[in-house]
């Protein structure tokens, strides 16, 4: 079936240190890649996402690319600040024939990020 | 403009009690979706509602939880009996209704309810 594998934390990193969060996947259908952020005391918000093969997805400083010869979807930060301390989560969403693509999101297990001043 | 909310944010019951989870979707979102987190594993999702009726429900562990969205509206999601397993966070999620060219519309999710049974 349909999986979303992600490095496994807790990982600690003093501020300014480069992040890399590795996420691979394993899908029958054409989906589109998400990385999901949840902060202290909140929901999960939408940090970026790509929809087809090659499509960088960016914001805030992060970015992911899509890469379908390597099914991976790896999550990057030049220069991690504290307050990008969170819980990480990958995630993908297959094509749906109803309507589009409204179909259930698929997660990988998340990945705690502390960032030390 | 509101947010997806929950309520409560915290239950703690005991085995075998009944609990009900209340999500309040963004106005105006027909995609409802719940999904669950037990401690140290991945998000899993539970069921899917468009509007009132259930799209999708393939998700639901069995016939203890039963979610109900009447009047498209809100939803809720009940637990009876509890059991320990079902410990975990719950979270909801909307979205609004029709596909996108960008492959589909964001998923705004709530706080999520920590549900406790012992």
């Known amino acids: 079936g349909d999986s979303v594998t992600q490095m496994e934390g807790p990982v600690t990193l003093s501020e300014e240190a480069f992040l890399t969060i590795n996420c691979t996947y394993t899908?029958?259908?054409?989906?589109?890649l998400f990385w999901y952020v949840q902060y202290p005391g909140e929901g999960l918000q939408l940090l970026l996402k790509?929809?087809?093969?090659?499509d960088k997805g960016s914001n805030k400083g992060f970015e992911a690319t899509y890469r379908k010869e390597t099914t991976s979807f790896h999550l990057e930060k030049g220069s991690v600040q504290v307050s990008d301390s969170a819980v990480y989560f990958c995630?993908?969403?297959?094509?749906?024939?109803?309507?589009?693509?409204?179909?259930?999101?698929?997660f990988g297990k998340g990945t705690k990020l502390s960032v030390k001043p | 403009e509101a947010g997806v909310t929950q309520f409560p944010s915290h239950s703690v019951i005991e085995k075998g009690q009944t609990v009900t989870l209340r999500c309040d979707p963004i106005?105006?979102?027909?995609?409802l979706y719940w999904y669950r987190r037990v401690m140290g594993k991945e998000i899993k999702f539970l069921l899917h509602?468009?509007?009132?009726?259930?799209?999708?429900e393939s998700g639901m562990p069995n016939n203890r939880f039963l979610a109900e969205r009447t009047g498209g509206t809100y939803s809720t999601l009940k637990v009876q009996p509890a059991e320990l397993e079902d410990s975990g966070v719950y979270f909801c999620?909307?979205?609004?209704?029709?596909?996108?060219?960008?492959?589909?519309?964001?998923?705004?999710f709530g706080p999520g309810t920590r549900l406790t049974v012992t």
């Open positions: 999620a909307s979205s609004p209704r029709g596909a996108s060219s960008s492959g589909g519309y964001e998923q705004y």
């Open positions: 899908a029958t259908g054409y989906p589109s």
């Open positions: 790509a929809t087809k093969a090659d």
């Open positions: 995630a993908l969403r297959i094509m749906m024939n109803y309507g589009g693509s409204q179909g259930n999101l698929i």
């Open positions: 106005s105006g979102h027909d995609n």
């Open positions: 509602f468009v509007k009132e009726s259930k799209q999708d």
